[in-house]
């Protein structure tokens, strides 16, 4: 008798044992969980390093279930999440070594316990270059793999859908060609080009004096109703003295006689920063200037609008950044 009461004693702790093992290994379930990423203030992408060429991500972790959502996330996100980009041909890109050695040094993890209620989401933005390295214009595709229990417990993820991510050549006066050649002689037609390659054929044109080409994507009429008086005469006249107006406005840009800083003509330049909606957009661009005893920096916006699928420059500031 003692000794089945014994073994009823012992088979109880036992199964109040396994129901808190159970309890204390109960995972949250994510299967109502979604994480998405789009991109964050679209611009033009190139290869290039992360702090001067970055390719920010805007990344969403919403709650779709009934019960409130709890996931941690490390202060450094490299503990929370990999960028995983992949070529046509399907070949996966290579981590970052800043990724990999963090990663692999004996190190303290600092992260936040993020509740969300049903509904609700939690955002935040990284640069996917931290974590990949893209060192070649091409096509990519990119996804996200979040860990909310954090990198340690990498099995447990969730995958965002896929954005594709189209890297351009970098910039680059001395190696691009321009459509036409000098001696063509043939109807110059404008391409359907990206606005920061419009506005890098544009400077390239005026630096080699290819002034049909420099014309070919310069929304000649808005520059020449930058300037009041011209305006307030080219919108009384006749269709016919508007066209000679325009040919009257081209030949004193080439001859320098007006609008000296948009005929001005660089040694070198750089284009900074591209962003464009479907309709509009601005290039920057750092241009250098070089005269007998200085060099003269000044940062360029040009403005660009779409028209009949064709981007053209419309408008223009300068900002001088001084001398060098």
Known sequence: MKIRKLFLIISVLCMFGQVGFAQETQVQDFSNVQVSIKYYNRTVYYPGNADDLPIFVHISVKNNGTE???????????FSMDFNAYTVKNKRLEQTESLIEKRT???TVYFREIAIEQGEEY?????????????????????????PELYKSKYLSIKSKRLTLEVRPAPSSAADVLPVKETSVELLKPLDLSPDKVVEQTIIARQKSLWDQYFLYMDV????????SLKKKYITVSAEERTRMLTSFKTDLMQSRIENDIVSVPESFQIEKTTYTPSEGQVVVTEWFKYPNFSEKKRYTYKVRQREGIWQIYDYTVVNLGTE
């Open 68 to 78: 409130t959502l709890r996931f941690k996330l490390a202060d450094d996100r490299a």
């Open 105 to 107: 040094t004996n190190q």
């Open 123 to 147: 955002s935040f933005v990284e640069n996917v270059k931290n974590f990949l390295k893209i060192e070649e214009p091409s096509v990519y595709y990119l996804e996200l793999q979040f860990y």
């Open 221 to 228: 009429e808005s520059l020449l109703q930058k300037n009041p």
